[in-house]
Protein backbone atom coordinates (compact mmCIF):
# COMPACT_ATOMS: atom_id res chain seq x y z
CA UNK A 1 0.00 0.00 0.00
CA UNK A 2 2.67 2.34 0.77
CA UNK A 3 4.26 1.47 -2.56
CA UNK A 4 0.92 2.49 -4.05
CA UNK A 5 0.32 5.36 -2.48
CA UNK A 6 3.71 7.12 -3.10
CA UNK A 7 2.49 6.67 -7.19
CA UNK A 8 -0.67 8.18 -6.39
CA UNK A 9 0.82 10.72 -4.96
CA UNK A 10 3.59 11.18 -7.62
CA UNK A 11 1.23 11.07 -10.49
CA UNK A 12 -0.55 14.11 -8.75
CA UNK A 13 2.53 15.70 -8.82
CA UNK A 14 2.87 15.15 -12.53
CA UNK A 15 -0.34 15.58 -13.43
CA UNK A 16 -0.34 19.38 -11.42
CA UNK A 17 2.92 20.06 -12.92
CA UNK A 18 1.60 19.17 -16.63
CA UNK A 19 -1.57 21.17 -15.51
CA UNK A 20 0.60 24.68 -14.49
CA UNK A 21 2.80 24.18 -17.71
CA UNK A 22 -0.36 24.73 -19.57
CA UNK A 23 -2.31 26.81 -18.08
CA UNK A 24 1.02 29.24 -18.59
CA UNK A 25 1.19 28.13 -21.97
CA UNK A 26 -2.32 29.10 -22.54
CA UNK A 27 -1.91 32.51 -21.17
CA UNK A 28 1.08 33.29 -23.31
CA UNK A 29 -1.18 31.72 -26.52
CA UNK A 30 -3.98 34.82 -25.21
CA UNK A 31 -1.41 37.43 -24.96
CA UNK A 32 -0.24 37.19 -28.51
CA UNK A 33 -3.86 36.79 -30.04
CA UNK A 34 -4.81 39.29 -27.92
CA UNK A 35 -1.78 42.12 -29.12
CA UNK A 36 -2.12 40.58 -32.58
CA UNK A 37 -5.38 41.92 -33.09
CA UNK A 38 -3.72 45.45 -33.75
CA UNK A 39 -2.83 45.50 -37.17
CA UNK A 40 -0.06 48.25 -36.20
CA UNK A 41 1.67 45.72 -33.55
CA UNK A 42 3.91 42.43 -34.50
CA UNK A 43 4.36 41.14 -31.56
CA UNK A 44 8.51 39.83 -31.20
CA UNK A 45 8.22 38.02 -27.82
CA UNK A 46 6.33 37.37 -24.84
CA UNK A 47 7.17 36.11 -21.65
CA UNK A 48 6.13 35.60 -17.78
CA UNK A 49 7.86 38.01 -15.46
CA UNK A 50 5.98 36.78 -12.74
CA UNK A 51 3.27 34.52 -11.25
CA UNK A 52 1.34 34.87 -8.39
CA UNK A 53 -1.32 33.26 -6.32
CA UNK A 54 -4.23 35.11 -5.45
CA UNK A 55 -6.38 35.25 -2.37
CA UNK A 56 -9.18 33.37 -4.88
CA UNK A 57 -8.93 29.61 -4.86
CA UNK A 58 -7.04 28.20 -8.00
CA UNK A 59 -6.44 31.81 -9.52
CA UNK A 60 -3.38 33.45 -10.43
CA UNK A 61 -1.86 36.76 -11.21
CA UNK A 62 0.58 37.06 -14.07
CA UNK A 63 2.99 39.96 -15.09
CA UNK A 64 3.42 39.36 -18.66
CA UNK A 65 7.00 40.65 -20.66
CA UNK A 66 5.66 41.82 -23.68
CA UNK A 67 8.16 43.46 -26.27
CA UNK A 68 6.65 44.00 -29.61
CA UNK A 69 7.16 46.22 -33.15
CA UNK A 70 5.49 49.32 -33.38
CA UNK A 71 6.20 51.26 -36.82
CA UNK A 72 9.74 50.04 -37.19
CA UNK A 73 10.21 50.41 -33.18
CA UNK A 74 10.77 47.47 -30.51
CA UNK A 75 8.39 48.36 -27.44
CA UNK A 76 9.36 46.38 -24.04
CA UNK A 77 6.14 46.93 -21.71
CA UNK A 78 4.40 44.91 -18.84
CA UNK A 79 0.73 43.43 -18.55
CA UNK A 80 -0.86 41.53 -16.22
CA UNK A 81 -3.68 39.11 -16.35
CA UNK A 82 -5.42 36.56 -14.50
CA UNK A 83 -6.17 32.68 -14.92
CA UNK A 84 -7.65 29.60 -13.12
CA UNK A 85 -6.19 27.54 -15.90
CA UNK A 86 -8.87 27.48 -17.88
CA UNK A 87 -10.23 31.36 -17.85
CA UNK A 88 -8.46 33.81 -18.81
CA UNK A 89 -9.59 37.46 -17.09
CA UNK A 90 -8.07 41.01 -17.58
CA UNK A 91 -9.04 41.98 -14.39
CA UNK A 92 -10.86 40.90 -11.13
CA UNK A 93 -12.62 43.31 -8.86
CA UNK A 94 -13.26 42.82 -5.14
CA UNK A 95 -16.90 43.44 -4.97
CA UNK A 96 -16.64 44.79 -1.92
CA UNK A 97 -14.49 47.31 -2.20
CA UNK A 98 -14.55 48.10 -6.01
CA UNK A 99 -10.81 47.80 -6.04
CA UNK A 100 -8.98 45.53 -8.84
CA UNK A 101 -6.93 42.46 -7.46
CA UNK A 102 -3.59 44.20 -10.09
CA UNK A 103 -2.71 45.70 -6.97
CA UNK A 104 -1.70 42.39 -6.10
CA UNK A 105 0.47 40.92 -8.93
CA UNK A 106 3.43 43.23 -8.32
CA UNK A 107 7.23 42.60 -8.36
CA UNK A 108 8.65 42.93 -4.73
CA UNK A 109 12.07 45.19 -5.21
CA UNK A 110 15.38 43.44 -5.73
CA UNK A 111 18.08 45.69 -3.87
CA UNK A 112 19.55 47.63 -6.90
CA UNK A 113 16.42 50.16 -5.31
CA UNK A 114 18.22 50.76 -1.94
CA UNK A 115 21.10 53.17 -4.27
CA UNK A 116 22.77 55.47 -1.59
CA UNK A 117 22.27 58.25 -4.36
CA UNK A 118 18.23 57.96 -3.84
CA UNK A 119 18.25 58.38 0.04
CA UNK A 120 16.82 61.02 1.15
CA UNK A 121 16.24 60.52 4.68
CA UNK A 122 17.51 58.15 7.39
CA UNK A 123 20.15 55.64 7.60
CA UNK A 124 21.11 53.88 4.38
CA UNK A 125 22.26 50.83 6.35
CA UNK A 126 19.38 50.43 8.32
CA UNK A 127 17.48 47.33 8.07
CA UNK A 128 13.83 48.59 7.58
CA UNK A 129 13.69 50.40 3.87
CA UNK A 130 11.42 52.44 2.36
CA UNK A 131 11.35 53.12 -1.39
CA UNK A 132 8.35 55.91 -3.16
CA UNK A 133 8.11 57.12 -6.60
CA UNK A 134 6.13 60.70 -6.40
CA UNK A 135 5.29 63.06 -8.26
CA UNK A 136 5.97 67.05 -6.48
CA UNK A 137 2.52 68.36 -7.57
CA UNK A 138 0.45 65.51 -7.10
CA UNK A 139 -2.29 66.88 -4.41
CA UNK A 140 -1.94 63.59 -2.31
CA UNK A 141 1.44 63.69 -2.59
CA UNK A 142 2.12 67.07 -1.19
CA UNK A 143 0.47 65.69 2.10
CA UNK A 144 1.80 62.06 2.28
CA UNK A 145 5.64 62.59 1.32
CA UNK A 146 6.10 65.12 3.91
CA UNK A 147 4.98 62.63 6.67
CA UNK A 148 6.87 59.66 5.33
CA UNK A 149 10.04 61.87 6.00
CA UNK A 150 9.21 63.67 8.48
CA UNK A 151 8.24 59.64 10.93
CA UNK A 152 11.86 58.91 8.77
CA UNK A 153 13.47 61.73 10.32
CA UNK A 154 12.18 60.20 13.97
CA UNK A 155 13.56 57.38 13.30
CA UNK A 156 16.45 58.02 10.87
CA UNK A 157 18.69 55.37 12.61
CA UNK A 158 16.57 52.18 11.99
CA UNK A 159 14.58 53.29 8.31
CA UNK A 160 16.17 54.61 4.96
CA UNK A 161 14.07 56.21 2.75
CA UNK A 162 14.45 56.15 -0.98
CA UNK A 163 13.03 58.55 -3.34
CA UNK A 164 12.19 58.36 -7.32
CA UNK A 165 10.80 60.55 -9.39
CA UNK A 166 7.55 59.83 -11.34
CA UNK A 167 5.99 63.19 -12.18
CA UNK A 168 3.06 62.04 -14.31
CA UNK A 169 3.49 64.09 -17.60
CA UNK A 170 0.04 63.90 -18.75
CA UNK A 171 -1.35 65.25 -15.75
CA UNK A 172 1.08 67.62 -14.61
CA UNK A 173 3.24 68.80 -17.01
CA UNK A 174 5.00 71.07 -14.74
CA UNK A 175 6.12 68.14 -12.49
CA UNK A 176 8.71 67.22 -15.08
CA UNK A 177 10.65 70.50 -14.78
CA UNK A 178 10.04 70.31 -11.37
CA UNK A 179 11.51 67.54 -10.65
CA UNK A 180 14.76 67.88 -12.72
CA UNK A 181 15.20 71.32 -10.54
CA UNK A 182 14.85 69.09 -7.32
CA UNK A 183 17.07 66.33 -8.29
CA UNK A 184 19.13 69.67 -9.71
CA UNK A 185 19.48 70.92 -6.06
CA UNK A 186 19.44 67.76 -4.57
CA UNK A 187 22.83 67.26 -6.30
CA UNK A 188 24.05 70.81 -5.29
CA UNK A 189 23.58 69.81 -1.65
CA UNK A 190 20.62 72.15 -1.10
CA UNK A 191 19.61 70.26 2.27
CA UNK A 192 16.31 68.74 2.71
CA UNK A 193 15.33 69.23 -0.66
CA UNK A 194 12.56 66.66 -1.19
CA UNK A 195 10.50 68.07 2.10
CA UNK A 196 11.12 71.58 1.27
CA UNK A 197 9.38 71.06 -2.12
CA UNK A 198 6.62 68.80 -1.41
CA UNK A 199 5.65 72.06 1.72
CA UNK A 200 6.25 74.61 -0.58
CA UNK A 201 3.67 76.69 -2.13
CA UNK A 202 3.78 76.18 -6.02
CA UNK A 203 0.52 77.90 -7.04
CA UNK A 204 1.89 81.31 -5.99
CA UNK A 205 4.46 80.42 -9.19
CA UNK A 206 2.64 78.31 -11.40
CA UNK A 207 0.06 75.76 -12.28
CA UNK A 208 0.29 72.11 -12.21
CA UNK A 209 -0.38 72.53 -16.00
CA UNK A 210 1.70 75.43 -16.71
CA UNK A 211 4.22 74.18 -19.72
CA UNK A 212 6.51 77.61 -19.58
CA UNK A 213 10.12 76.23 -18.48
CA UNK A 214 11.53 79.40 -17.84
CA UNK A 215 8.27 80.50 -15.39
CA UNK A 216 8.65 77.27 -13.57
CA UNK A 217 12.47 77.82 -13.40
CA UNK A 218 12.17 81.27 -12.13
CA UNK A 219 9.17 80.26 -9.41
CA UNK A 220 11.70 77.55 -7.80
CA UNK A 221 14.66 80.17 -8.12
CA UNK A 222 12.83 82.64 -5.88
CA UNK A 223 11.53 79.99 -3.90
CA UNK A 224 15.13 78.81 -3.03
CA UNK A 225 17.32 81.53 -3.92
CA UNK A 226 18.81 79.76 -6.65
CA UNK A 227 19.99 80.62 -9.79
CA UNK A 228 19.56 78.18 -12.77
CA UNK A 229 18.66 78.70 -15.85
CA UNK A 230 17.64 76.19 -18.89
CA UNK A 231 20.94 74.85 -19.73
CA UNK A 232 21.22 73.09 -15.79
CA UNK A 233 18.25 71.52 -16.33
CA UNK A 234 18.87 70.36 -19.94
CA UNK A 235 22.20 68.35 -19.24
CA UNK A 236 22.34 64.80 -20.79
CA UNK A 237 23.17 63.49 -17.34
CA UNK A 238 19.95 65.22 -15.35
CA UNK A 239 17.80 63.41 -18.31
CA UNK A 240 19.30 60.39 -18.22
CA UNK A 241 18.56 60.67 -14.18
CA UNK A 242 15.24 61.58 -14.80
CA UNK A 243 14.43 58.55 -16.91
CA UNK A 244 16.23 55.86 -15.15
CA UNK A 245 13.52 57.04 -12.20
CA UNK A 246 10.85 56.39 -14.72
CA UNK A 247 12.20 52.98 -15.83
CA UNK A 248 12.77 51.65 -12.70
CA UNK A 249 9.28 52.39 -11.21
CA UNK A 250 7.96 51.08 -15.13
CA UNK A 251 10.04 47.93 -14.03
CA UNK A 252 7.82 46.93 -10.79
CA UNK A 253 4.46 48.27 -12.54
CA UNK A 254 4.14 51.95 -10.65
CA UNK A 255 1.48 53.61 -12.72
CA UNK A 256 -0.06 55.77 -10.34
CA UNK A 257 1.85 58.10 -7.24
CA UNK A 258 2.36 57.87 -4.59
CA UNK A 259 3.85 54.26 -4.79
CA UNK A 260 5.16 53.45 -1.52
CA UNK A 261 7.40 49.84 -1.27
CA UNK A 262 8.08 48.58 2.11
CA UNK A 263 10.81 46.17 2.66
CA UNK A 264 10.56 45.45 -0.81
CA UNK A 265 6.92 44.77 -0.63
CA UNK A 266 4.08 47.27 -2.39
CA UNK A 267 2.18 48.88 0.36
CA UNK A 268 -1.77 49.34 -1.21
CA UNK A 269 -2.86 51.02 1.85
CA UNK A 270 -0.10 53.38 1.86
CA UNK A 271 0.38 53.16 5.99
CA UNK A 272 2.95 50.48 6.81
CA UNK A 273 5.62 53.07 7.24
CA UNK A 274 4.00 53.88 10.38
CA UNK A 275 4.90 51.04 12.20
CA UNK A 276 8.72 51.31 11.13
CA UNK A 277 10.96 52.68 13.65
CA UNK A 278 11.61 52.87 17.66
CA UNK A 279 10.33 56.43 18.39
CA UNK A 280 7.30 56.86 19.91
Known amino acids: MKNVSKVLTLAVLLTSSLFANVSDD ?11 QNPNVEVENISINLKKELPIQGWYGYILDVEAKIEDK ?4 KDIVFSDGRYISLDLIDSKNGKSLKDLVTPN ?6 D ?5 AGN ?3 KEKIVIFSDPLCPFCMDYVP ?3 NHVNKNKDTIALYYYHFPLLRI ?3 AGPLSKLMELAKQKDIKDIELKVYQADWDEYFDSKESDIKKIINGFNKEFKTTF ?3 DISSIELIDSMENDMKMGEEVMVQGTPTIFVNGEKDIMRNKYEKLGTSK
Open 116 to 120: KSKLI
Open 229 to 231: TED
Open 109 to 114: LSTKYY
Open 172 to 174: HPA
Open 147 to 149: DVI
Open 26 to 36: NVIKFEKKRIA
Open 124 to 126: HNA
Open 74 to 77: IINA
